[in-house]
């Protein structure tokens, strides 16, 4: 096959073969950004409320609010929403022609006459528990709650809407809103950080990826999203390299007198192909070896919450337990005492006895709260020996993948030890510092 007609090209083509390259890195710019933040999801463990720690967390549950907004368009309670009201008009367009002569021609579209939104901070609840979601900065994916058409003889024409007309309108109105309604299933991903009260944890903005996501749609739609634009971007890409390619056969030809049409083109094809294969090939090992870093600091985090927890509990549960027990024998002491000298006072004929009535018991609450703060560490320990499982069980299962994980572990990420350090093990047995 000849390519007459790619090897005829202009020596003047370089322009557009520069230009080819700048929109190529554009889409590799797309490619790049897109395939990294659908390994971010993939990276990132959807833990439960209750296993949620510091850093950056992806959970789902119900919105609630004690207090929501009510959506102005359909009247539903929410934590956000957005409405738009546009105005659809028809004009007479005069232009000329490519002759010179005077044309005209109707155009139609629409205005945007009034918009609004609104946003609170939620509560989102699962089975295990509730966190706060501060929403200042959040990425949202809502759903629609109102789509409607109306004409000026509609009552929901002038709602929500100014009175005054654009130039041209056909009198109709579309009205829009969508929102985050309360009891809608919402899943989040952002940094969960300490609340200033320091009583719990929040989720919000900042960590180190900034991203804070409230969506609707779920973890699977964002993630297909972006490998369908990281797809996208890299065919284009790589058509627009080739392109560049093409563009250039003609100075080569120029430059190389020596080569044919054919070659020229063969050669200047497969040197772009080469240099955007080899660029494509540099950043997807970058974007690998990061990919696994990120995994294996997880799990380093999450090792050392699983320490956290037992070091807590080791300090915490003895001293209760001591509390506890010297709360009980005192009462037991006490209502001794009273008893022996009532018993006493009776068999001396001092007093004749009306009512019995003993001090109060104090030391159930005593137990509750040492019952209680059990359940809560064990399963505080038990989240985050999960949150360590998962995390443990992504990094090998990167670090096992071909060749992903031969990049990576000639890069530098290494395997995980088979279980948790010396000092988690170490603090696992309270009773050794418990005391008599």
């Known amino acids: 096959m000849k390519f007459q007609l790619l090897g005829a090209v202009d020596p003047d083509a370089a322009p557009i073969a520069i230009g080819a390259w700048c929109v190529a890195l554009l889409f590799f710019w797309l490619w790049w950004s897109r395939l990294r933040f659908a390994r971010l999801l993939r990276d990132v463990p959807t833990t439960p409320i209750r296993g949620v720690f510091v850093g950056l967390v992806e959970t789902s549950g119900h919105v609630e609010h004690d207090d ?15 409405w738009s009201v546009s105005e659809q008009w028809r004009r007479t367009q005069t232009y000329k022609d490519s002759k010179g002569k005077t044309q005209t021609r109707i155009i139609t579209g629409s205005d945007i006459v009034a918009s609004g939104a609104a946003e609170v901070d939620l509560r989102l609840r699962d089975e295990t528990g509730a966190i706060i979601v501060r929403v200042n900065g959040a990425s949202w994916t809502n759903k629609n709650t109102f789509s409607r058409t109306a004409t000026r003889g509609d009552s929901l024409y002038h709602t929500q809407a100014p009175n005054r007309v654009v130039a041209g309108s056909t009198g109709r109105r579309t009205f829009t809103e969508s929102s985050v309604p309360i009891g809608s299933t919402a899943w989040v991903m952002g940094n969960a950080r300490i609340r200033n009260d320091g009583q719990a944890l929040e989720i919000g903005s900042g960590g180190e990826e900034g991203v804070f996501m409230i969506s609707l749609s779920g973890e699977a739609r964002h993630s297909m999203i972006a490998r369908g634009l990281a797809i996208t971007g890299l065919v284009l890409g790589t058509g627009c390299a080739l392109a560049a390619g093409m563009a250039l056969a003609g100075l080569v030809r120029q430059l190389l007198p020596r080569f044919t049409e054919e070659q020229a083109t063969v050669l200047t094809v497969v040197a772009n192909g080469a240099v955007w294969i080899m660029l494509i090939t540099v950043m997807w090992s970058f974007i690998v070896r990061n990919g696994a870093v990120r995994v294996r600091t997880r799990w380093e985090r999450a090792a050392s919450l ?42 001396q004929g001092i007093f004749r006895i009306l009512a019995e009535r003993y001090p109060t018991l ?8 040492l019952q209680q703060q059990l359940a809560d560490t064990e399963s505080r320990i038990a989240q985050a020996r999960i949150f360590e499982i998962q995390s443990r069980e992504r990094l090998l299962e990167r670090l096992q993948s071909f ?10 990420v290494s395997r995980p030890p088979p279980a948790l350090a010396a000092p988690a093990q170490q603090s696992s047995s309270p009773s050794d510092r418990s005391p008599d």
């Open 403 to 412: 060749p992903e994980g031969l990049i990576a572990r000639v890069m530098g």
């Open 362 to 369: 104090t030391a159930d609450a005593s137990f509750l709260m």
């Open 68 to 82: 929501p907004l009510t959506a102005p368009l359909s009247q539903t309670p929410c934590v956000q929403y957005a």
């Open 306 to 347: 699983v320490d956290v927890e037992l070091r807590r509990r080791a300090d915490l549960i003895p001293n209760l337990v001591a509390v506890t027990r010297a709360s009980a024998a005192h009462e037991a002491l006490v209502q001794r005492a009273v008893a022996e000298l009532r018993a006493g006072a009776a068999s």
